[in-house]
């Protein structure tokens, strides 16, 4: 299974930008999906997550202004950010839980984008 995620950009404050991550490979089931971030000096936060049925959280410093989706038959994965601020520059990463068959459930990455935000 591997996880391919868009690339990311340059983007003014307040601007807007999508990024999307397509899983592929054997799979029987994906389960949750999310997008991390990283950024210089930090630790790797969860930005959103969204499940199996469609339910989603957000880290409070994102709610309102980004928004998590998934095309379950497209198997791909959406962040939609908007009024972007530079304390978002970072590293984003998709994650899911995916279930390659019935009985094997494992976790998998993508491989980082650059998301920069100038102000």
């Known amino acids: 299974v591997q996880l391919q995620a868009s690339e990311g950009g340059l983007v003014q404050a307040g601007g807007s930008l999508r990024l999307s991550c397509a899983a592929s490979?054997?799979?029987?089931?994906?389960?949750?999906m999310a997008w991390y971030r990283q950024a210089p000096g930090k630790q790797r936060e969860l930005v959103a997550r969204?499940?199996?049925?469609?339910?989603?959280n957000y880290a409070d410093s994102v709610k309102g202004r980004f928004t998590i989706s998934r095309d379950n038959a497209k198997n791909t994965l959406y962040l939609q950010m908007n009024s972007l601020k530079s304390e978002d520059t970072a590293v984003y990463y998709c994650?899911?839980?995916?279930?390659?068959?019935?009985?094997?459930?494992?976790?998998?990455w993508g491989q980082g984008t650059q998301v920069t935000v100038s102000s």
């Open positions: 969204i499940f199996s049925d469609n339910s989603r």
């Open positions: 994650n899911a839980n995916i279930r390659s068959t019935m009985s094997r459930l494992g976790t998998y």
């Open positions: 490979g054997p799979i029987y089931a994906i389960n949750s």
